[in-house]
């Protein structure tokens, strides 16, 4: 089912002639009709494990007196907890998912059409998510502060880490990571990607990633962005894997990307998460990986169920607008029902939310800034032309 490379020994520069089987071939590889719906219930499964830790699972939860139950959640439900305290695995489950989609969606694209659908996907549900949360916090005051208004302003760049500014909500940190990626592959994509290219842009960026944090230079670091960068390599690999097949050199990168995430995991207990076990957190990412394998190597290409298009579409907002919000309901109702019950509750209400915000603010916004930047660009093209 993939594309097949040229032999070793051939220029890349001069394409083999396709055999009658392979058409088809190209044209799943190249995204025509050939849309992953496992990716789509990851992503969802993924964002659910991140919810349920935030909820449930965090060690600043699991002690007396917290501000959002009051009592040590291990004591209320320590069958949820000790599952919870698993999701922030969630979000390394995001980066590989982020570099396999964005390979995928950026391959025969030119720099532009880049930009503006990296522009069109974050901004619109993020600018959203930003008033969502800022309303929440001043109207329910007591759990969350929330930032002063020039604060409030500098996060709609989603420039604000660059810049020493907090946050509106913990969970954005995670999309200075993806800046940064994207800007890093950006380079790639402008000289038109190839196999080879892209291999050669993970082993550059591996290198550079391990060598970052002992070089002592801070702005080195910033762009490598060692703690986030082989989970990216991890999912350039594998669409690699799906679009061209396997071999020995990409499983190498991958084994090498669960190399370093294992270490980035055990070193993220130790410093962050102070909850989870190594081997148990291993573990979960393993058995991710595994079924990214699968998902790469088309094991997974008859799964075609439709609502699954939709949960992905739900993702990205579920994961901006959950967690300050929905802890500071907890907070308020966490007296008036099991508490179980109360966490199924929030989940449900920010799923449905999470599907207004694509329906109604997603896809028209979308739409008008696509329009409207691809006229930009149009006239940038023009005014560089002789009259």
């Known amino acids: 089912m993939q594309q097949p490379l040229p032999p070793l020994s051939a220029p890349e520069a001069a394409p083999q002639p396709l055999t009658t089987s392979e058409p ?89 059409q880049f930009f503006v659908s990296r522009v069109i996907r974050l901004y619109p549900a993020y600018w959203f998510a930003i008033l969502f949360t800022t309303g929440v916090l001043i109207a329910l005051p007591g759990v969350w502060g929330h930032l002063r208004p020039r604060e409030i302003l500098l996060n709609f ?105 294992q270490l980035e995991l055990g070193q993220r207990i130790d410093e962050v998460e102070h909850v989870s076990s190594w081997r148990g957190s291993v573990l979960v990412f393993t058995v991710f990986l595994l079924v990214m394998v699968a998902v790469a190597l088309g094991l997974t290409d008859r799964v075609r169920w439709r609502w699954l298009v939709t949960a992905g579409t739900m993702t990205y907002p579920l994961y901006l607008m959950h967690y300050a919000a ?5 907070n308020r109702l966490h007296d008036t029902m099991d508490a179980r019950l109360l966490i199924v509750v929030v989940l449900s209400g920010f799923l449905a939310l999470s599907y207004l915000v694509h329906r109604f603010v997603e896809r028209p916004l979308a739409r008008l800034m696509k329009k409207g930047l691809n006229a930009s660009f149009a006239r940038l093209r023009s005014a560089g032309s002789p009259a």
């Open 24 to 112: 088809k071939r190209a044209a799943r590889s190249s995204g025509a009709g050939s849309r992953l719906y496992a990716i789509d219930g990851i992503r969802l499964v993924a964002a659910l494990m991140v919810a349920v830790h935030h909820y449930a699972g965090t060690n600043r939860m699991n002690h007396e007196g917290n501000r959002y139950w009051g009592r040590p959640v291990s004591e209320i439900m320590p069958t949820v907890f000790r599952f919870a305290s698993y999701g922030w695995i969630g979000v390394e489950i995001f980066f590989v998912i982020s570099g396999f989609v964005i390979c995928m969606s950026c391959w025969g694209r030119s720099p532009r």
């Open 157 to 261: 760049t989603m420039l604000q880490s660059g810049s020493g500014v907090a946050n509106v909500d913990g969970v954005y940190w995670t999309l200075w990571s993806e800046l940064r990626f994207y800007l890093l592959f950006l380079a790639v994509v402008a000289t038109g990607l190839t196999y080879r290219k892209v291999v050669l842009f993970c082993c550059a960026w591996g290198a550079v990633a391990m060598l970052a944090p002992v070089s002592g230079f801070p702005l080195l670091e910033l762009v490598a962005n060692p703690d986030g960068a082989w989970y990216f390599i991890a999912g350039l690999a594998l669409y690699l894997m799906h679009r061209f097949g396997p071999d020995l050199l990409l499983w190498g990168i991958l084994g090498m990307a669960w190399l370093m995430g």
């Open 326 to 330: 929905g802890t500071t309901v907890i």
